[in-house]
C-alpha cells in the first residue's frame, strides 16, 4: 500500500512538472512568442517611447462591467527592453496617464514571455508603468521611435483619441520611426502625413487579424484593426497560422513598421531599430 502511495504521488508530481514545463514549450513550438534569432541592433543616445492603452475592462457595447484587460504584456515589455538593451532612452506613456493596466493573464503561466519576466523583477520599468505620462503630456517630435503596443484594451481608446493621431503625425513629420503590434496600429487612424493625407492610406502594414479576433471569441469591441485599417486605405498584409494567435509578420513601409500580433513584438522592434539607423551588433 506504501509503495502503491508513493508511486502515486511520484506519478502526480511528474505530471505537474510536465505540465508547468512542456505547457509552455508546447505554446512557443506551435508559434506564441518565437525565440527572436535575427539580427540585433544598437541606437545609443537615441529616444524610444511605448505607448499603451488606459482601458483596463474588456466591455460589451452599452457596459462598464468587462473582466479586466489592458496591454498585452509582451506588447509593451518586448519593444521596452529591445529599445533598452539597443541602448536608448525609452519612456512608458499611456492615453490617459497613470498606471497602465495590463491583461491579468498575459502576465503568469503560461503566456508570461522571457520579457515579462524581466519586467516583474525590474523595479524601474514598474515604476514607469505605475506613474505613466499621458500623451497630453508628451513631446512625440523628440523621439525616434514610437510604438504603439496592443491588447484588447487599445481596441477602446486608441483610434477613439485624437490628440494620439497629433502626436504621431508630429513624430513623423519629425522624421521619427513609427509602427506598432496586434491592436497597437488602430492609433495610426488619426494620423497624417507631411502632405496632411492619412498616414495609413497606401501604406503596408499588419495588426491583429479579423480572423484571429473571431478565433478567440472577442468579436464585440469596437474597433478591429484588420476591418477598419482596410476600411481607411491601407494595404493590409498578414500571415495566417490553424489559430492566428500562433501566426507571426512584421511589415516595414518606410519608416511605418508593424507586426501582427503578439509574437512579433521583439522583431517589430528590431526592424524598427534597423530602420532609424540602428548599427547591427549581433544575431542570435
Not at 63 to 77: H, L, Y
Not at 122 to 136: N, T
Not at 149 to 159: K, L, Q, R
Amino acid at each position: 500500500m506504501t509503495n502503491a502511495i508513493a508511486l502515486w504521488g511520484g506519478a502526480v508530481v511528474a505530471a505537474a512538472l510536465a505540465l508547468r514545463f512542456g505547457l509552455p514549450a508546447l505554446l512557443t513550438a506551435l508559434g506564441l512568442h518565437p525565440a527572436y534569432h535575427g539580427p540585433r541592433y544598437a541606437l545609443p543616445g537615441k529616444r524610444a517611447l511605448v505607448i499603451s492603452t488606459s482601458h483596463a475592462t474588456l466591455d460589451r457595447p452599452g457596459r462598464k462591467d468587462g473582466k479586466p484587460t489592458g496591454v498585452f504584456a509582451s506588447e509593451m515589455t518586448a519593444p521596452y527592453y529591445a529599445f533598452v538593451d539597443a541602448g536608448m532612452t525609452v519612456d512608458l506613456a499611456s492615453i490617459r496617464g497613470g498606471e497602465i493596466p495590463i491583461e491579468p493573464v498575459s502576465l503568469r503561466w503560461p503566456l508570461a514571455c522571457e520579457a515579462d519576466r524581466r519586467f516583474l523583477r525590474d523595479a524601474a520599468a514598474q515604476d514607469k508603468a505605475k506613474r505613466s505620462p499621458s500623451i497630453a503630456e508628451i513631446d512625440f517630435a523628440r523621439y525616434d521611435i514610437v510604438f504603439l503596443a496592443g491588447g484588447w484594451g487599445a481596441a477602446y481608446d486608441f483610434a477613439q483619441t485624437e490628440a494620439l493621431g497629433r502626436g504621431l503625425s508630429a513624430a513623423w513629420a519629425a522624421g521619427a520611426v513609427v509602427g506598432g503590434v496586434c491592436h497597437g496600429p488602430l492609433g495610426l487612424l488619426h494620423a497624417s502625413d507631411a502632405d496632411g493625407a492619412p498616414l495609413v492610406f497606401g501604406r503596408r502594414l499588419t495588426a491583429v487579424t479579423d480572423r484571429q479576433v473571431a478565433q478567440l471569441g472577442i468579436d464585440f469591441t469596437p474597433m478591429h484593426p484588420e476591418r477598419d485599417l482596410r476600411a481607411a486605405g491601407a494595404v493590409f498584409e498578414c500571415r495566417h497560422a490553424l489559430r492566428d494567435m500562433f501566426a507571426q509578420h512584421v511589415v516595414d513601409d518606410g519608416r511605418l513598421v508593424t507586426g501582427q500580433n503578439q509574437n512579433a513584438g521583439t522583431a517589430t522592434a528590431q526592424r524598427m531599430l534597423r530602420v532609424a539607423g540602428g548599427q547591427e551588433i549581433a544575431s542570435r
